[in-house]
T-cell receptor, first 112, second 111 residues
Framework: DTEVTQTPKHLVMGMTNKKSLKCEQH?????MYWYKQKAKKPPELMFV???????INESVPSRFSPECPNSSLLNLHLHALQPEDSALYLC???????????FGPGTRLTVT | DAKTTQPNSMESNEEEPVHLPCNHS???????IHWYRQLPSQGPEYVIH???SNVNNRMASLAIAEDRKSRTLILHRATLRDAAVYYC????????????FGPGTRLSVLP
């Protein structure tokens, strides 16, 4: 199974809402990633978890809060987002930081 | 910082080879280059990666210039399913798992 799953596929939320994005993999990978992708732009790295510890935080605003409850799951908690945060949020995993990343299909987020 | 440049778009005929260039203004001797592609409505998909030597796999080949400042992805026989955005990615060794995506090249394949 080389699949990374993400839920939900689509999410519309208001600026005062709290929501969470979920990502799951069962490949035994120990590195997991969150990326943000705006339309017609390349993905931008947000966070990296390595062995369930946050190893990279690319100066992401605190309204985005990542969580890695175990080696298979990665969450991204959202609170008080702005309309400019509307984007495709991609999750990825790799066996470690040196190997290829497997991406999920993404969650398309719209902030109204 | 190493800055990556890619052509905005390219076009190829089906069954013909395609050479997708990727150039870097500066690159260190320990920085890997990865190639991923993204089909519409999908997450990126790994294609190939390398450091100093040319690399081949079942999907493509990676040709690395002697000065390592340019790395070309070669699709040997383009198919309609290869139409996608191809990203050249710098993995900066000093920053662990940090992946910096290039701007991407949109490849169109004509039947």
């Amino acid at each position: 199974d080389t699949e990374v799953t993400q839920t939900p596929k689509h999410l519309v939320m208001g600026m005062t809402n709290k929501k969470s994005l979920k990502c799951e993999q069962h490949m035994g990978h120990r590195a997991m990633y969150w990326y943000k992708q705006k339309a017609k732009k390349p993905p931008e790295l947000m966070f990296v978890y390595s062995y369930e510890k946050l190893s990279i935080n690319e100066s992401v605003p605190s309204r985005f809060s990542p969580e890695c409850p175990n080696s298979s799951l990665l969450n991204l908690h959202l609170h008080a987002l702005q309309p400019e945060d509307s984007a495709l949020y991609l999750c990825a995993s790799s066996s470690d930081g040196d190997h290829e990343q497997y991406f999920g299909p993404g969650t398309r987020l719209t902030v109204t | 910082d190493a800055k990556t440049t890619q052509p905005n778009s390219m076009e190829s005929n089906e069954e013909e080879p395609v050479h997708l260039p990727c150039n870097h203004s500066t690159i260190s001797g320990t920085d890997y280059i990865h190639w991923y592609r993204q089909l519409p409505s999908q997450g990126p998909e790994y294609v190939i990666h390398g450091l100093t030597s040319n690399v081949n796999n079942r999907m493509a080949s990676l040709a690395i210039a002697e000065d390592r400042k340019s790395r070309t992805l070669i699709l040997h026989r383009a198919t309609l399913r290869d139409a996608a955005v191809y990203y050249c990615i710098l993995r900066e060794y000093n920053y662990g798992q940090n992946f910096v995506f290039g701007p991407g090249t949109r490849l169109s394949v004509l039947p």
